[in-house]
């Protein structure tokens, strides 16, 4: 039976604004526990102006917990016992709730997808109706909620050392990619012994290409169960870059500074997903039943089928590198 954790936000569970291979494990835990994460936003200036409650471990964390030039708080690492690099780490979301009844979005001057367009620094604070599931902005609009986590990665390679939480990568980090709600799984291709799983960066609701810079910030509790497919056992483990799966949809993900090259990363990875034959476990036993798998499709009939049905996305244009998701129904499957 799977166990379940709770790692709550601290200062000595949370790093803020990087991802680092040397970062010591604050949870271990074995492939398929449930980890319930607590996490944290903003800035100790903030509290201020908050209009209700705030987790009162922020103040800590902003002053004591290691840190580095980004905004972005994270709660972990935490390790996967037995994860070794080739691997991959399923991270099932099961629940996404929020922990406080206010969230906030900012604009900053020479940020944004119109670094030039809007001079001087905005922050709005915004109310949250928990029980509503909805947030009020100040020029009167109501939006309902859609809650997710901006971030969540495993560390990266030891050899590219301390990295800014700011860019999505290889290791995940800062996805940004709002259809990573409750009920799907975000698949991260592990670089170092534990995989080293963080997330943060809680957000209420964001449009896709979140192009102000921010979306609606907040703090988020996660709950979510870590699955660790290992490299010898499942075709499913050999990957260069995240994908996920939804209730309905596979997902690729393409970051880069070109807009046009993320594109293809996240094309060529769907064409290469579809193209991959049908999976098998060690004990020979199809493993057809599970949602990463590949459709065996040719890469040509593949590349066709991404024309006619796949749905290409800008996932965020701020990021330094920018994203691009593709996605296509399960259901379509042969």
Known sequence: MSAR???QASA???HCGFFDASLPPTLTVASGDVVTIDTLTGTIAMLAHAPGHTPPELEAVRREAPSFPAPHILTGPIAVAGAEPGDLLEVRILDVALRQ???FNLVRPLGGTLPDDFPDERLLIVPI?????????PFGVTVPLSPFFGIMGVAPPRTWGRV???VPRAHGGNIDNKELVAGTSLFLPVHVAGALFSCGDGHGVQGDGEVCLTALETALTGTFQLVL???EASSVAHLAAPRATTRTHLVTMGFDPDLDRAMEIALRDMIAWLSTAPGSRTDGTRETDHAFDGWGLSPIDAYSLCSLCA???VTQTVNGAKGVHGMI???LRP
């Open 12 to 14: 000595g569970t949370c």
């Open 101 to 103: 009844d206010w969230g």
């Open 5 to 7: 954790h709770h790692l």
């Open 164 to 166: 800014t939480s700011v």
């Open 311 to 313: 749905d290409f996305r």
């Open 229 to 231: 497919h290992k490299a």
């Open 329 to 331: 129904r399960r259901d």
């Open 129 to 137: 109706d928990r029980e509503a599931m909805t947030a009020t902005l």
